[in-house]
Structures are given as structure tokens and as C-alpha cells.
T-cell receptor
Framework: EAGVVQSPRYKIIEKKQPVAFWCNPI?????LYWYLQNLGQGPELLIR????????DSQLPKDRFSAERLKGVDSTLKIQPAELGDSAVYLC????????????FGPGTRLTVL | GESVGLHLPTLSVQEGDNSIINCAYS??????FIWYKQESGKGPQFIID?????DKRQGQRVTVLLNKTVKHLSLQIAATQPGDSAVYFC??????????FGQGTRLTINP
């Protein structure tokens, strides 16, 4: 069974440009997460979806970040405009449901903002 | 705010020795803890978990110990192999699937 798929794996953009990341969770997983991971740090939750509903977006900087999961499967995370401080790895994870179901992570997208 | 932390940022062990990675947590209400392994260029990989009603749980070559009295979590890796080289994160479930990760410990294996 395929794991969590993310694309692109790497992205280099100039500041003030928009960027989008795509995630395809494990088949059948209803819960999807986007995390931000800075160098040398643990992942930090940005947003959590239960099917197509964003149930926790308290850590998402809404002035420049947006996310969607229209059909309750794939998800897109967007930054517009990107800032230098947004350089990080953006991880997507999925789990069967909420509670203590194991979260499985994708390989991440490494974003570099110049 | 409450957070999960680690005692040491790096750990170097000889191949074949046992490794012990420690983690301190501060949220006494957390009821579920997970250890993840992250290799360079990859996402975190689930290793083992433990619920707060347990003190110890064993997997293949790994054991997690939970001491709720002192809010301490440890990961023991038996007979450490070169493939165990990675950054190890403990994570704490603070409710509603909100995982809070520690900073991580980099494990290096010496031949």
C-alpha cells in the first residue's frame, strides 16, 4: 500500500511569490494534517482536517497561508506571498480517524525562499 | 506553554551497544506518547507508542518506558545498528489528535 504522497519534493522561489504544496493521504484515512518543520526542530501542526472539514487551524497564519481538502481526500497548502521565514519543510500526515490513531507522514516538501 | 523536550540533542553510540534516548514532558494531562524516527530527507516514521495507563511497551529491538511520576519518557534501542542513525522525536498527544513534538535527538552510530 502506498504511503502519504507529497509533491513537489523541493521548491525554490523568490520572496513574495506564491507557492502550493499537494498531499495525497493513505487510502481510507479520513484525517489529514499539515505540519511545518524548521531545521533541527520537531514538526509543528498547521492544520488538521476531518474529511473535508478543517477542525483545527489555530496555528495556521491565515494572512498568507490557506489550505483546502475539497473532496475529503487530497489536500493543497498554499502560501501567498511567501516570505524568507517560510523556508522550511512542509509535512503532510494522515490517520484513519481522530483520537490516538497513528499518524503517518509523507516525505515532505522542502521550501527555500530566496 | 507546556511542551515536550529532550535531555540531549545528540547521542553517539558504538554499533552493537544499546541506545537510550530520553524525553521530558510537562503536560500531565497527556495520555498518549509516540516515538518517531526521521532519517535525512524523509518524513518522521512511527516507531512505537505507549498510553498513559502503561509503564513499558516493547517492540522489535525497541522498548519505550513511561514514568508519569517524573514525566519522563525513554526509548531504548537494543543492539544498535548503522541503520538506526537518525533523529528521534518524542511526541505527546495533548488531546484531540494534537501531537506536540520535542526538538529531537540525533543518534549517531560509531563502527
Amino acid at each position: 500500500e502506498a504511503g502519504v504522497v507529497q509533491s513537489p519534493r523541493y521548491k525554490i522561489i523568490e520572496k513574495k511569490q506564491p507557492v502550493a504544496f499537494w498531499c495525497n493521504p493513505i487510502s481510507g484515512h479520513n484525517t489529514l494534517y499539515w505540519y511545518l518543520q524548521n531545521l533541527g526542530q520537531g514538526p509543528e501542526l498547521l492544520i488538521r482536517y476531518e474529511n473535508e472539514e478543517a477542525v483545527d487551524d489555530s496555528q495556521l497564519p491565515k494572512d498568507r497561508f490557506s489550505a483546502e481538502r475539497l473532496k475529503g481526500v487530497d489536500s493543497t497548502l498554499k502560501i501567498q506571498p511567501a516570505e524568507l521565514g517560510d523556508s522550511a519543510v512542509y509535512l503532510c500526515a494522515s490517520s484513519l480517524a481522530s483520537g490516538t490513531d497513528t499518524q503517518y507522514f509523507g516525505p515532505g516538501t522542502r521550501l527555500t525562499v530566496l | 506553554g507546556e511542551s515536550v523536550g529532550l535531555h540531549l540533542p545528540t547521542l553517539s553510540v558504538q554499533e552493537g551497544d544499546n541506545s537510550i534516548i530520553n524525553c521530558a514532558y510537562s503536560n500531565s494531562a497527556s495520555d498518549y506518547f509516540i516515538w518517531y524516527k526521521q532519517e535525512s530527507g524523509k518524513g518522521p516514521q512511527f516507531i512505537i507508542d505507549i498510553r498513559s495507563n502503561m509503564d513499558k511497551r516493547q517492540g522489535q529491538r525497541v522498548t519505550v518506558l513511561l514514568n508519569k511520576t517524573v514525566k519522563h519518557l525513554s526509548l531504548q534501542i537494543a543492539a544498535t545498528q548503522p541503520g538506526d542513525s537518525a533523529v528521534y522525536f518524542c511526541a505527546e498527544n495533548q488531546g484531540a489528535q494534537k501531537l506536540v513534538f520535542g526538538q529531537g535527538t540525533r543518534l549517531t552510530i560509531n563502527p
